[in-house]
């Protein structure tokens, strides 16, 4: 019996950070587009790997947005009549670390049992066509945005929108595309929900893939040299697409609304509800 093909494996690791790229800062559901993707491209490799894989890949996803982002992220500087700190960036930590909260203390919580529940086709189309609906319905009413600088975001604006975040636990509804909705309703213009995703996303997804490599690790798993192969492509591949649709997203959202997005997520939704309904059907 032969082993798994590794150039074909690796290619297939490209395709998905490729997807993860695209789909990880646009509000359409990373998962939704994952899912679908492993039915055309199968890895030859461990479940337990391919779980701790779909997670883990977001860590080059991540560090595209700590790249861009840096300045403003790292709090120290090195002028000494500043104190060599940058109050700014402390501020803006503090409201992305209360906006983490309600992630972490569900995340630990519910993981797991998500993860058997809910990584299903029906809960993954159901949660692409209802954000989507939302989109639609937010981007009909009549927008005066109160905040659009991350200086107006109060700490209990960044908890609410942290709340909203833990609603993306479910596959299919879209990390961003949940921290976008709460930060619109809340009254964020659309750059700033869009960048303020970006941001909350930092210590939530370098928790999410710690947390998924401990548990694999702890289970006993041990990481081949194709599965590391395979594990660092997805990431680089992740990370350079990552770069490009961050900009795009910024550049989009400062002209157009989310109306787009919204319409893409009910066809992607009834795309996999067929995948799903056939999958019942002939097999």
């Keep these: 019996m032969t082993g798994p093909n590794t150039l074909l494996e690796l290619?297939?690791?490209v395709l998905m950070g490729i997807v993860e790229g695209i789909t990880e800062w646009l509000p359409i559901s990373s998962t939704g587009h994952l899912i679908l993707l492993e039915q055309?491209?199968?890895f030859e490799l461990s479940d337990a790997f391919l779980s701790m894989f779909r997670v883990v890949i977001q860590l080059g996803a991540i560090l595209a947005v700590v790249l861009l982002y840096f300045d403003r992220l790292w709090p120290f500087t090195a002028d000494a009549s500043a104190h060599y700190t940058k109050p700014g960036a402390w501020a803006l930590w503090g409201r992305i670390l209360v906006g983490s909260l309600?992630?972490?203390?569900?995340?630990?919580?519910?993981?797991?049992w998500l993860d058997a529940h809910l990584y299903n086709y029906w809960v993954v189309a159901a949660m692409l066509i209802l954000y989507g609906i939302l989109?639609?319905?937010?981007?009909?009413?009549p927008r005066r945005p109160r905040i659009s600088r991350i200086g107006q975001l109060t700490l209990q604006d960044a908890l609410i929108i942290g709340f909203w975040q833990v609603l993306a636990m479910v596959p299919g509804t879209s990390r961003s595309g949940a921290t976008i909705v709460g930060a619109l309703l809340l009254g964020a213009s659309r750059p700033l929900?869009?960048?303020f995703t970006f941001f909350l996303a930092v210590p939530v997804m370098f928790g999410a893939s710690g947390l998924k490599l401990v548990k694999f690790f702890a289970a006993g798993g041990a990481l081949t040299g194709l599965e590391i192969g395979?594990?660092?492509t997805g990431m680089a591949v992740a990370f350079a697409v990552s770069l490009v649709s961050i900009g795009f997203l910024m550049n989009y959202v400062k002209k157009h609304n989310f109306r787009a997005f919204g319409w893409y997520r009910i066809a992607l939704g009834s795309l996999v509800l067929m995948v799903a309904v056939l999958q019942k059907v002939l097999f």
């Design 230 to 232: 395979v594990l660092v």
């Design 102 to 112: 309600p992630a972490a203390v569900l995340g630990l919580l519910l993981d797991d």
């Design 193 to 195: 929900a869009a960048q």
């Design 11 to 13: 290619l297939k690791a």
């Design 40 to 42: 055309m491209v199968q």
């Design 135 to 141: 989109f639609l319905v937010i981007e009909r009413r």
